[in-house]
């Protein structure tokens, strides 16, 4: 999707398509995607996604906050939601790129941090730490691409102790600390809301916990997201309604009740219009 000539992705660059869910997680070598956009990726965002670039080789330009940042081996790119920025390869260059919900991203931190708001970019560390991030990296990558018993529990116990290591590192450079972009904080903090809410609120009780105006929401949404307000909250029931069909036993009523429906055709008729498929056809096919 791209509005006012900036991409918006749901998933990873590139794949205007795809839609991440709240336990996305997935690991590549930067030059799985980066070769086939010729080492250029454009300006873009990932409004449910975090993502780490690891340079293990070589050299990039980066841009954040409009301007261009010139970066070589071995440094750390850390990309919260939302945050708008453009990489440009000098190949060869070696590396790998995590990239996880921002669902995730906020569990790690709830119970005693703040998620890091900003892009922080590390490029002065000990030798030692960077190989400690690795070996974590290929912990976290056996256990991703295996079937071991389990492994969810794992892969986040790794990928909290991943990105902590990498804010321990923070000599840093944190960029983007521009205290007039108001309108990303009004964002996370209306992405926050949603997750904390059951869905049966409207916008205007969302943008009056935020103190704007609906338009005003819908405008910061656009610029953060390349979605409307509405396109976001109905994303979220349609997440949550898909963890309800896969995951328990509710019926198809007990979840349109849970989600705010008050009738549970008016459920059925949403769900099939986002999915193409009706809730109990989603059930068959996808259910745990």
Not at 41 to 56: G, N, P, R
Not at 92 to 109: A, M, T, W
Not at 144 to 151: E, I, K, M, S, V
Not at 221 to 241: F, L, P, T, Y
Request: charge should be negative; include cysteine.
């Amino acid at each position: 999707m791209k509005k006012s000539g900036i991409a918006h992705y749901d998933g990873l660059y590139g794949d205007s398509q795809a839609r991440s869910d709240s336990s996305y997680l997935f690991l590549e070598e930067i030059v799985t995607r980066s070769e086939e956009f010729d080492w250029s990726i454009k300006s873009h965002i990932h409004s449910e996604l975090v993502q780490t670039f690891i340079i293990e080789e070589g050299s990039l330009t980066f841009q954040h906050s409009g301007e261009w940042t010139n970066l070589s081996h071995p440094c750390i790119i850390l990309i919260p939601p939302s945050q708008q920025h453009a990489l440009t390869y000098n190949p060869p260059v070696n590396g790998q790129i995590l990239s996880f919900s921002r669902k995730i991203f906020n569990d790690i931190f709830k119970t005693f941090l703040d998620p890091p708001q900003n892009i922080e970019i590390i490029r002065e560390f000990e030798k030692q730490d960077f190989k400690t991030l690795l070996q974590i990296l290929e912990r976290i990558r056996e256990e991703l691409f295996g079937d071991h018993y389990g492994r969810e529990i794992l892969l986040r116990a790794q990928l909290s102790q991943f990105v902590i290591e990498i804010l321990r590192l923070r000599k840093t450079e944190n960029v983007l600390q521009n205290e007039a972009n108001i309108g990303l904080q009004h964002f996370l903090r209306f992405q926050k809301l949603l997750d904390q809410s059951n869905y049966n609120r409207n916008l205007a009780d969302y943008a009056d916990e935020l103190c704007i105006s609906q338009v005003h929401l819908n405008r910061i949404c656009k610029a953060h997201s390349g979605k409307k307000a509405i396109e976001i909250v109905q994303a979220k029931m349609v997440d949550q309604a898909c963890k309800y069909l896969q995951h328990t036993s509710y019926s198809v009523s007990e979840i349109a009740y849970k989600l705010g429906f008050e009738y549970p055709n008016y459920f059925a008729r949403f769900f099939r219009k986002q999915t193409g498929v009706n809730p109990s056809e989603f059930r068959m096919t996808n259910e745990s």
